[in-house]
């Protein structure tokens, strides 16, 4: 059996172990291996398991990765994510939709202290679909509103898929948050005028609540302020040269866990459950890494990265017709996968086909920047996206009386801006790029 039909095969059996609903890890070390043992021995195939598992697990950037999950979870354990929700409905909670929007706000806020897109779709739910259920917001626009906004934990940053693409591609993180910025800040502003739009053609789906005093407004802008100082200390100090992003992922995390303790929210309960959740939601990326490694490792014996790369090279399309076929196949992998596998497994195949293209002559780094950008917010797009959307089952989890059908309903004026901003960012990548001139 040739290489190539091994490598189809490994592709064919991953496949499936999803269907079967096998873990993520599972699914792409599984055939890996196997693929892996096909093409070598026995005594190579122990070699690159004893050899992968090493050299992944002492890389020392991807400890920014546990270290910006754990400011995440101090943020959650110690009230600092209703503290956002709070502030952010005390201002805008008066208008039609308004807590609606503050909960995308608050998403934004908490986006900047977690990284993870699922993460901030748990916590935000927990926070604020209670009170928009309260104030008789309609289901449909109150989980597709959380929804959509949880994927704000991946586009402002910190972003743990950033923080992987930079590891697989070699790039400088700093510049990819940089970059993230303004997408992140465009997403959040569009989610909130959607919102402004769906409730003045539909103004039955939301109730505007009493307008706050303003004492109290002030007294809830007052009670965000560890986070304002977290986020300005953190990326105030990577930015201006002061630390690496990992270190700056360290001071962030204890950070975050002084602002908990000094909002005396913080037991010695949550503290455990802070890190234990850091714990396993640190074992389970690096699981992945480890399944994608193995497939990964098999796939280059195969040489389908080089056969690849080279085939897209030579199509007879425009360049940025195949970067837009790639970011519809990461689309399509999002109703499946999550967003690490999907980086994992596809970024070593496609990231040297990308950089072989000739897009808007840019050079090698800002092409590879441009290029990561589009791929976080074509992520973003596959979490909220049907049949599967993970963020859609995140928040429906919770908000269990509402019928997913009428989730996935509402996301939809979601996805169109979704789109439109990734369009606009296919053709404009000064849009993202613009802030690494200004930093850099």
């Given at each position: 059996m040739d290489?190539?039909?091994?490598?189809?095969?490994?592709?064919?059996?991953?496949?499936?172990?999803?269907?079967?609903?096998?873990?993520?890890?599972?699914?792409?070390?599984?055939?890996?291996?196997?693929?892996?043992?096909a093409m070598t021995q026995d005594a190579a195939l122990l070699n690159q398991l004893k050899g992968s598992a090493v050299a992944r697990l002492t890389v020392y950037d991807l400890s920014v990765i546990p270290l910006f999950l754990l400011m995440g979870q101090f943020a959650t354990q110690g009230g600092l994510s209703r503290a956002l929700f709070q502030a952010a409905a005390a201002f805008v909670g008066h208008i039609r939709g308004g807590l609606a929007m503050a909960a995308v706000l608050s998403a934004a806020a908490f986006g900047a202290v977690c990284g993870s897109s699922v993460a901030t779709s748990a916590t935000?739910?927990?926070?604020?679909?209670?009170?928009?259920?309260?104030?008789?917001?309609?289901?449909?626009?109150?989980?597709?509103?959380?929804?959509?906004?949880?994927?704000?934990?991946?586009l402002i940053p910190p972003s743990v898929p950033l923080v992987v693409y930079a590891i697989l591609t070699e790039q400088n993180i700093a510049k990819l948050f940089a970059a993230a910025m303004v997408p992140g800040l465009l997403a959040m502003l569009g989610y909130i005028a959607v919102i402004a739009v769906v409730c003045r053609l539909q103004p039955e789906l939301a109730s505007p609540?009493?307008?706050?005093?303003?004492?109290?407004?002030?007294?809830?802008?007052?009670?965000?302020?560890?986070?304002?100082?977290?986020?300005?200390?953190?990326?105030?100090?990577?930015?201006?040269?002061?630390f690496s992003p990992t270190e700056g992922a360290a001071v962030g995390a204890v950070g975050?866990?002084?602002?908990?303790?000094?909002?005396?929210?913080?037991?010695?309960?949550?503290?455990?459950?802070?890190f234990m959740g850091t714990a396993e939601t640190s074992a389970m990326v690096f699981m992945i890494f480890l399944g994608a490694d193995m497939?990964?490792?098999?796939?280059?014996?195969?040489?389908?990265?080089k056969l690849l790369a080279d085939w897209m090279v030579h199509l007879p399309v425009a360049p940025l017709a195949i970067i837009a076929a790639i970011m519809v196949l990461y689309v399509v992998l999002g109703c499946v996968m999550d967003e690490l596998s999907m980086m994992l497994l596809t970024i070593p195949v496609l990231?040297?086909?990308?950089?072989?293209?000739?897009?808007?002559?840019?050079?090698?780094?800002?092409?590879?920047?441009?290029?990561?950008?589009?791929?976080?917010?074509?992520?973003?797009?596959?979490?909220?996206?049907?049949?599967?959307?993970?963020?859609v089952y995140v928040v429906n989890s919770v908000a269990k009386e509402v019928p997913m059908a009428e989730t996935y309903k509402g996301v939809m004026p979601f996805l169109l801006t979704d789109v439109a901003r990734t369009v606009a960012m296919l053709f404009f990548p000064s849009l993202c790029l613009g802030l690494i001139t200004l930093f850099f």
């Open positions: 290489a190539l039909t091994i490598g189809l095969l490994m592709f064919v059996g991953m496949l499936i172990l999803m269907a079967l609903r096998v873990p993520i890890a599972a699914a792409m070390f599984v055939p890996g291996a196997l693929g892996y043992w935000i739910t927990q926070v604020a679909y209670p009170e928009m259920k309260a104030h008789g917001y309609h289901g449909r626009l109150a989980t597709a509103t959380l929804a959509s906004g949880g994927t704000l934990g991946i609540s009493a307008p706050t005093p303003w004492p109290q407004r002030w007294q809830a802008l007052l009670g965000i302020w560890p986070i304002v100082v977290v986020f300005v200390v953190v990326f105030g100090g990577i930015y201006g040269g002061l975050t866990f002084l602002a908990a303790l000094l909002r005396r929210e913080l037991d010695w309960a949550g503290i455990r459950r802070s497939m990964n490792a098999s796939l280059a014996l195969t040489q389908m990265p990231f040297p086909a990308v950089m072989g293209l000739d897009l808007w002559g840019l050079n090698p780094e800002m092409k590879a920047i441009w290029f990561g950008i589009l791929v976080l917010m074509t992520v973003g797009i596959g979490m909220t996206a049907p049949p599967v959307g993970l963020n």
